[in-house]
């Protein structure tokens, strides 16, 4: 058996919350089961482990698909999806109401079962599974380091907090990635770049041949507020011409949750896990 290749990157988890009658339930899995499983399992070769929780959806998000609970950000010194990985002592917890929480599955598949995978590995055969009445769990994994520094270069935190707007975008089917990438850099991406409300922006291309994301790239755009955001990604977006191969009548004009998904959250979590988890300790 070959040595595990040191291969630094990072990954970004959007988790959606479809009903705010969920959120209670997938917050609970996510603190008392989910993390504590994780922590077991990929400790050794990941050096963070963090949730930062979305900001209220601003109006117009629909549109990008924003994700209402939380984006989850992985460090890993290695591929978690080698295969070599997936042989584990403990199975992970993953019972199948998870994925109608997140809108994988519809309410319909409400079962209480656990998620059997035969032998694999029972998270990433969750996060793999697709459901035509739901939506495709969005996994990018990344560069450690961001590939294009568009704007803002040499902000620091002195300068303000930030209203981080994160953004994964994936073309149609049948798009030339080399079509699609030239529009999002020459027509998308320069509106951002004369807007004022807009202070950063940084972007990297998706690491697609790690677990076969459909995304092609994520931005990060950072903003001082919501009103910033929705003064450019709303209104100033109106002005970018739908593409030929648009999915959509409305900017971005891809499908939300599938051919585009983000978040806004804020610079700093308390929830880094590897640092901060004690165990889940309800308020008395």
Request: glycine share 6%; charged share 25%; proline share 7%.
């Amino acid at each position: 058996m070959s040595e595990f290749q040191f291969q630094p990157m990072r990954s970004l988890i959007y988790v959606n919350c479809v009903k705010e009658d969920f959120r209670p339930k997938l917050q609970a899995w996510l603190y008392q089961t989910h993390v504590p499983d994780s922590i077991a399992l990929f400790e050794p070769y990941c050096t963070k482990y963090a949730f930062y929780p979305s900001f209220p959806i601003p109006e117009g998000a629909e549109n990008y698909g924003y994700a209402k609970m939380q984006l989850t950000e992985h460090h890993w010194l290695i591929n978690d999806c080698d295969p070599r990985v997936a042989i584990k002592a403990v199975t992970e917890r993953f019972p199948m109401e998870v994925m109608v929480w997140q809108g994988m599955l519809p309410e319909s598949a409400l079962s209480g079962k656990q998620l059997e995978a035969d032998g694999e590995d029972v998270g990433n055969k969750a996060r793999s599974m697709k459901n035509e009445e739901g939506n495709p769990f969005i996994y990018c994994f990344l560069p450690m380091w961001w590939e294009r520094n568009i704007k803002g270069a040499g902000r620091t935190l002195d300068d303000g907090p930030n209203y981080r707007f994160n953004m994964a975008i994936g073309f149609p089917e049948g798009v030339d990635k080399e079509e699609g990438e030239k529009w999002l850099f020459e027509k998308v991406v320069p509106v951002m770049e004369k807007a004022d409300e807009c202070t950063r922006i940084v972007a990297s291309r998706v690491k697609k041949e790690i677990n076969g994301c459909p995304m092609d790239f994520v931005l990060e755009c950072w903003f001082e507020h919501e009103s910033g955001w929705k003064k450019v990604m709303v209104e100033d977006m109106k002005q970018v011409e739908k593409p030929a191969w648009a999915m959509t009548d409305t900017f971005p004009y891809l499908k939300p949750y599938h051919n585009v998904i983000s978040v806004a959250v804020a610079d700093f979590t308390m929830s880094n896990m590897l640092k901060n988890y004690h165990g889940y300790v309800p308020m008395r």
